[in-house]
């Protein structure tokens, strides 16, 4: 049984890590909160999970410890950073900072970030998007990586190219973040770990063949797009449309041969959108409410509930939060080591 942490000692605990990585303590903060917030929404392979890989870029090198971004282009209502390998948590939550404090103005206010280090879970930086009444759109993309293969083809092109969107609505906002493809890279990993297959055939071998087996993509295979095998076309068509708008916008990306040796590093586009540009809250809020309502009572064809977007995962923070959050039991065994290594007590279960 997974075992129970107080949310604020596991933010100090990741805090006092990234700390002694060399991140001032601010920064630390942000970092700490932003994989806390992945875990209290049930996206447990990209919360806490992703901080090992954070300290070991920061301590390799691999992401800057100090500096700021580069400002490209600002108009005002848009903007794009190069944020230079800077840690990719912190750096998102300075460019959601900076569009929450524009939007009121502008109505809608877009992004674009190249050259972040990895931002891990998208919908980690929606709550304080959509807790202030604003609706959030955030994808990114990964130029280096090549893990996602086309409908028809059984070459990997594209990245998993996750887009999240958040809006408010009654008790609980309309929220989801997905891959476009059929599961995430890190949903294969532990598979891989853990010595299982996947649930179904979601990978290609390298010679196009469906497979369930971790191992095939792990031997030069490819990850399915959303639609699977037969209407794989869709999720191909959406990756191609995230990284436009997150590659293309922010002009740098597969077209850069030195994109190539990025490693994990992203890139991003944020929306954030005030629905009171466009009329009353009221209004916007009538049809939110109703649209989860609906959704709710619609028939089911099990004995479970419909599932609504977001109803589960803002259940879920809300639980986690008073009661405790609940780790996936590797998360803390992996930190022991770098705990120890850095000379942070590791934190006690509740």
């Known amino acids: 049984m997974a075992e129970r942490y107080s949310a604020t000692q596991l933010t100090q605990f990741a805090t006092e890590l990234f700390?002694?990585?060399?991140?001032?303590?601010?920064?630390?903060?942000?970092?700490?909160?932003?994989?806390?917030?992945?875990?209290?929404?049930?996206?447990?392979?990209?919360?806490?999970?992703?901080?090992?890989?954070?300290?070991?870029?920061?301590?390799?090198?691999?992401?800057?410890?100090?500096?700021?971004?580069?400002?490209?282009?600002?108009?005002?209502?848009c903007f794009n950073w190069d944020a230079d390998f800077l840690p990719g948590p912190w750096v998102l939550t300075s460019a959601i900072e900076q569009a929450l404090q524009r939007v009121a103005e502008h109505g809608v206010v877009s992004a674009t970030i190249r050259r972040s280090q990895h931002i891990a879970c998208l919908a980690a930086y929606l709550p304080q998007i959509v807790e202030a009444?604003?609706?959030?759109?955030?994808?990114?993309?990964?130029?280096?990586?090549?893990?996602?293969?086309?409908?028809?083809?059984?070459?990997?092109?594209?990245?998993?190219?996750?887009?999240?969107?958040?809006?408010?609505?009654?008790?609980?906002?309309?929220?989801?973040?997905?891959?476009?493809?059929?599961?995430?890279?890190?949903?294969?990993?532990?598979?891989?770990?853990?010595?299982?297959?996947?649930?179904?055939?979601?990978?290609?071998?390298?010679?196009?063949?469906?497979?369930?087996?971790?191992?095939?993509?792990?031997?030069?295979?490819?990850?399915?797009?959303?639609?699977?095998?037969?209407?794989?076309?869709?999720?191909?068509?959406?990756?191609?449309?995230?990284?436009?708008?997150s590659m293309a916008l922010g002009g740098y990306g597969r077209g850069d041969a030195e994109a190539a040796g990025d490693d994990e590093a992203n890139?991003?586009?944020?929306?954030?959108?005030?629905?009171?540009?466009?009329?009353?809250?009221?209004?916007?809020?009538?049809?939110?409410?109703?649209?989860?309502?609906?959704?709710e009572q619609s028939r089911s064809d099990s004995d479970a509930p419909v599932r609504v977007p977001g109803q589960r995962a803002w259940a879920a923070r809300a639980r986690q939060l008073e009661e405790g959050v609940e780790l996936y039991p590797s998360i803390m065994q992996d930190l022991a080591p770098w705990a120890e290594r850095l000379g942070v007590a590791l934190p006690k279960p509740i």
């Open 267 to 295: 890139s991003v586009f944020l929306q954030v959108i005030d629905p009171q540009a466009f009329g009353p809250r009221a209004d916007f809020l009538r049809q939110t409410v109703a649209l989860c309502n609906l959704w």
């Open 133 to 245: 009444g604003y609706v959030a759109i955030l994808t990114c993309s990964t130029p280096a990586e090549n893990t996602v293969s086309p409908q028809g083809g059984r070459d990997p092109l594209f990245s998993a190219n996750p887009l999240a969107f958040a809006a408010p609505a009654g008790d609980y906002p309309l929220l989801f973040d997905i891959s476009m493809s059929v599961t995430a890279g890190g949903y294969v990993s532990r598979a891989k770990r853990e010595g299982k297959k996947l649930p179904q055939p979601c990978l290609k071998d390298r010679d196009g063949n469906l497979s369930d087996d971790p191992a095939a993509f792990e031997n030069g295979g490819s990850i399915l797009p959303v639609g699977g095998a037969d209407h794989g076309y869709k999720g191909a068509a959406l990756s191609a449309m995230l990284e436009i708008l």
């Open 19 to 77: 700390q002694q990585a060399g991140l001032e303590k601010d920064r630390a903060a942000v970092m700490a909160e932003v994989f806390l917030q992945a875990d209290l929404l049930g996206f447990t392979t990209h919360g806490m999970n992703r901080v090992g890989s954070n300290l070991r870029w920061l301590l390799d090198g691999e992401s800057r410890r100090e500096g700021d971004v580069r400002v490209l282009s600002d108009r005002g209502n």
